[in-house]
């Protein structure tokens, strides 16, 4: 069992940055990868970026890869997702995810496989 916790969240005006973190505990050596997702109002949950845990190997999906940033500090088991630029349409429930059988980090397993889910952090941008 893994266990996924976020934080970071919160409200930002449009062109301001948040730093998301995501803690895991538990059985983390069997994890491969962790990544982001968010999902906002009305809409499907949307894959938003992953790290690997052994090799570094990162993926940042196209709408956002310009102005958000994914990083891990295996020391601590942390994922961290830097986000800047922050527009009005960035606004969602933001899920960090991890799994043992993410590869490659680009290509996630899909929601309902995914082995560890936190409970979410909402980001709201004002504009």
């Known amino acids: 069992q893994v266990q996924l916790v976020e934080s970071g969240g919160g409200l930002v005006q449009a062109g301001g940055s948040l730093r998301l973190s995501c803690a895991s505990s538990?059985?983390?050596?069997?994890?491969?990868?962790m990544g982001w997702f968010r999902q906002a109002p009305g809409k499907e949950r949307e894959f938003v970026a992953a790290?690997?845990?052994?090799?570094?190997?990162?993926y940042v999906t196209d709408s956002v890869k310009d102005r958000f940033t994914i990083s891990i500090n295996n020391a601590k088991d942390t994922v961290y997702l830097q986000m800047n630029s922050l527009k009005a349409e960035d606004t969602a429930v933001y899920y960090c995810a991890a799994d043992d059988e993410w590869y490659p980090v680009s290509n996630p397993p899909a929601l309902t496989a995914i082995r560890s889910w936190g409970q979410g952090t909402q980001v709201t941008v004002s504009s």
């Open positions: 790290i690997s845990r052994t090799d570094g190997s990162t």
């Open positions: 538990g059985r983390t050596f069997s994890l491969y990868a």
